[in-house]
């Protein structure tokens, strides 16, 4: 089953089990991110902003001396606690060793905090870098990040008990947009997925015929 299938499955399990009121404000703010206006994320061709991150062991992981090894696919998800980012997560790990057959590498970066980070990190068995960007400093820099409005931060306490800030430990709600990216060698972005509808996310497969085709 390709990932996109396993999506759909999760879509229909969360349409089927989430209570209204939460989906319709959830749906809602989708459809307001995507007609506002507002272009997220960075272009094919940009050069990919430079970053130092944590790893749940507190080890310092640089996006440049990661790209001297080859070049990397950088997800930015929303973190362990949507399901759709572990759909996403678990399909990549699958794949990880044809990425790394052929000299790709693999980072996951998201604003929750190191021991959220660690938790997921043990409970789907990924082995690649997954990395805490705190207050989405970095997920600004690719002009990912975005503030949840209060209807929206109502709902994940009120309705779904889940208090995003604290889970990021942030004094905000802030998350990224989903993006997946393809940065070669050089630091140049070679492929970008950006899409305010967090359900949709690139396909592994896509990714790693694409690493085939770089120089």
Known sequence: MSMNEQLEQTKSGFIAKVPALAQENIFRHIQEQQQSGIVYGLNEGDQAPDFTL??????????????ANGPVI??????????????????????????????????????????NSLSQMEKEQLTFHVLSDPNGRVADSYNLLFELPAYLQNTFT????????????????????????????????R?????????????????????????
């Open 158 to 189: 009120d309705i779904l008990g889940r208090d995003l800030a604290k889970f990021n430990a942030s004094d905000r709600w802030l998350l990224p947009v989903p993006a997946t990216y393809l940065i070669d060698r050089q630091g140049i972005l």
């Open 74 to 115: 950088l997800i930015f998800y929303r973190g362990g606690w949507c399901p759709f980012c572990n759909v996403q997560l678990r399909a990549y790990q699958q794949l990880l060793p044809e990425i790394q057959k052929i000299g790709g590498q693999l980072i996951a970066v998201s604003p929750q905090s190191p021991d």
């Open 54 to 67: 944590a790893n749940p062991l507190g080890e310092q992981i640089n996006l440049y001396n990661e790209l």
């Open 191 to 215: 492929y970008a997925s950006v899409d305010p509808d967090f359900m949709n996310r690139a396909e592994p497969q896509e990714m790693i015929d694409l690493l085939k085709k770089l120089d």
